[in-house]
Nanobody, 123 residues
């Protein structure tokens, strides 16, 4: 599976962005997917995850109620809708696929990674 993330950019606090992650490979629809982020000088952290069917999702507390993860298996794409953005959301965002049906918070549970897309939120 190859992953290509896009949709990052510069936005003012309170604004919105939608990240997309396009996947290649016929097995995409079988895999749990996740979004992670890494800010300068910080470790990579889990942001959101979604099951292979889209029926189950999981979020880190800091983005609950603001971010929404979704997927379209027909388009081999997973999305991260980010609303009410804050300066502390500034980071490089990565999409990842597990290679199984789960979607753990642990980055080591993911076998495939996209290249990252920069999100910068100005105050």
């Amino acid at each position: 599976v190859q992953l290509q993330a896009s949709g990052g950019g510069l936005v003012q606090a309170g604004g919105s962005l939608r990240l997309s992650c396009a996947a290649s490979g016929r097995t995409f629809s079988r895999y749990g997917m996740g979004w992670f982020r890494q800010a300068p000088g910080k470790e990579r952290e889990f942001v959101a995850g979604i099951s292979w069917s889209g029926a189950s999702t999981l979020y880190v507390d800091s983005v609950k109620g603001r971010f929404t993860i979704s997927r379209d298996n027909a388009k081999n794409t997973v999305y991260l809708q980010m609303n009410s953005l804050k300066p502390e959301d500034t980071a490089v965002y990565y999409c990842a696929a597990t290679g199984s049906s789960g979607f753990p918070k642990d980055q080591y549970g993911y076998n495939y990674w996209g290249q990252g897309t920069q999100v910068t939120v100005s105050s």
